[in-house]
């Protein structure tokens, strides 16, 4: 397995990339199905609380842009732009602030290959590990802000997008409790932006890792069970609190299915604007 996974660089039975200025190296064991896990940190002998989360809107968040007008726009494919991925969406803004309209907006209605392989991950892990308790993240709140933030840039409400949020969020909840119902009143959801007050995405995704009284963690029993490219909480964490939280990571193919922008037919459902 050797490819580009978000950030990190896949070569040779090992994952690397630079964190707050520090290379991170890891090995990685392939476990089936295309997929392989890497450790950070080492697994405490004890584990009484497992933290782990999922993204929601994927890739195929999209927005698309009218064509220029003339006859070199006309012959070209329009524009689009994933505002599920952080150049991505930077992108598409500068775009918008220079007078390009927005046509469409594509928003996921059903769950991606990147949500289907993290869910059997996260169930597989968890009858492993046997927790005393699962601390998940389903970050709704912090996925609204970023519509809030995509409506300051157009200038306009985006009721149907808030909608398609609340849709899609529900179907993803259904399906992590269908998934993980064996864990019983093990599972607790948090939202730390309704909880703690945070208002900034990125502080709310780190505030689990970095505040345990809040959430009652036991720093030296907990471990981080994610995607890859979520490595860098406990990595960040760490630089702030001195503790490292150890994170079994999943490692989903080549490249990873979240940064996949394929509309498929029943796959998504777009906005007129």
């Not at 993980?180 to 709310?204: H, K, N, Q, V």
């Not at 630089?239 to 490692?251: A, D, W």
């Amino acid at each position: 397995m050797n490819g580009k996974y978000g950030s990190w660089r896949i070569q040779d039975g090992t994952v690397s990339r630079m964190i707050d200025g520090q290379l991170v190296e890891l090995s990685i064991n392939p476990v089936g199905d295309g997929t392989a896990i890497a450790m950070y940190g080492d697994m405490p002998e004890q584990i009484k609380t497992v933290l782990m989360g999922m993204c929601l809107f994927d890739a195929r968040w999209q927005v698309q842009f009218e064509k220029p007008s003339g006859k070199n726009g006309q012959n070209a494919p329009p524009a689009r732009r994933s505002l599920a991925l952080p150049h991505d969406r930077q992108q598409a803004y500068d775009r918008i602030l220079q007078g390009k309209k927005v046509e469409y907006i594509f928003v996921p209605s059903t769950p991606g290959v990147y949500h289907q392989k993290l869910l059997v991950y996260q169930s597989r892990s968890l009858r492993d590990l046997q927790p005393e308790r699962v601390l998940y993240h389903l970050p709704v709140l912090e996925y609204l802000s970023y519509i809030c933030e995509l409506e300051q840039v157009l200038g306009m409400p985006l009721p149907e997008l808030r909608a398609a949020l609340s849709r899609f969020a529900d179907i993803m909840l259904g399906r992590i409790m269908e998934e993980l119902c064996f864990l019983g009143d093990r599972l607790e959801f948090i939202s730390p932006m309704s909880d703690a007050g945070i208002l900034d995405p990125g502080e709310s995704y780190l505030h689990p890792y970095t505040y345990f009284d809040q959430y009652k963690i036991d720093p030296n029993s907990v471990v981080g069970v994610e995607d890859l490219v979520e490595l860098r909480l406990s990595h960040t964490a760490q630089s702030r609190t001195g503790v490292q939280i150890p994170m079994q990571c999943l490692i989903m193919d080549a490249t990873n299915p979240y940064t996949d922008k394929t509309l498929r037919q029943g796959e998504f459902e777009s906005i007129n604007l």
